[in-house]
């Protein structure tokens, strides 16, 4: 298990929210966490711990008042760690390789490889053959309903067709690296983590996963090491101090 440090921008700024508030609907969000710092201060805070493979979200979609001061913050990240940082929010395959010059290492993408909800696989193959895979990380952020986990795209906002389950993760890693799994339900609450989906998660032998969503101590942290079964790496953002929450950084750092 590696701690893979977050920058999530939201309206200029860089935030933790409560992932289920996210709405594109006048730029709202539940705020948990302003910080007073810029994105490029905490990717050389990350990159002076050499913490390799965080990643920057942009929260607010094209198009969006906010997006040219989101997109401001998070080059200035790349520029102040390049190499360190995979960045998300807005990506597709006509963008995609400028983020790659920008500094990034990877680029993450959800929404654009679903279409009305399922698997749009001329997208995916378009960003494939755009930054290759060992750019492309799949964000297959996830809520429950029904008793299953259906991947989400739009910020968070739409359910897919698609449950996050052994042949989804088969199907989708050919084309990427890595994949990046927000447990939507309980990001940003800093309430525990969503024990199912770590369990599943952890029983797949394949590409390496980011857990992110709930963690609000470091027994958190041992408990998803346990159901992942040393497999997934962890986000922790609402519940670090440098974002207003009680888990010292430093420690956070030393997770392994």
Not at 76 to 83: D, K, Q, V
Not at 181 to 202: F, N, P, Q, R, T
Request: proline share 2%.
């Amino acid at each position: 298990m590696k701690f893979r440090p977050c920058i999530d921008i939201h309206n200029g700024k860089v935030k933790q929210i409560v992932g289920g508030s996210l709405k594109d609907e006048m730029n709202q969000a539940i705020d948990n966490f302003v910080s007073e710092q810029d994105a490029a201060w905490y990717a050389r805070l990350y990159r002076e711990k050499g913490l390799i493979g965080g990643h920057i979200i942009l929260l607010n979609p094209e198009g969006s008042e906010y997006y040219d001061a989101d997109l401001a913050q998070a080059l200035g990240a790349l520029e102040a760690f390049p190499g360190g940082l995979m960045i998300g929010g807005g990506i597709h395959s006509d963008n995609a390789m400028k983020f790659i010059r920008a500094g990034a290492s990877h680029v993450i993408v959800t929404s654009y490889v679903f279409k009305e909800g399922k698997i749009d696989f001329e997208h995916l193959k378009a960003i494939h053959e755009s930054v290759g895979r060992e750019h492309l990380v799949l964000d297959l952020s996830c809520r429950k309903k029904d008793g299953l986990y259906y991947i989400v795209t739009d910020r968070w906002q739409k359910f897919t067709e698609h449950v996050v389950n052994e042949e989804t993760l088969n199907l989708l890693a050919p084309y990427c690296s890595e994949f990046l799994i927000h447990a939507v339900d309980v990001e940003g609450k800093a309430s525990g983590i969503e024990e199912e989906l770590a369990s599943m998660l952890g029983v797949w032998d394949g590409i390496p996963i980011t857990y992110a969503g709930g963690v609000g101590s470091l027994d958190d942290v041992e408990l998803l090491k346990k159901l992942g079964n040393r497999r997934l790496d962890v986000t922790i953002g609402s519940a670090l101090d440098i974002f207003g929450g009680t888990i010292p950084f430093e420690k956070a750092a030393d997770i392994s």
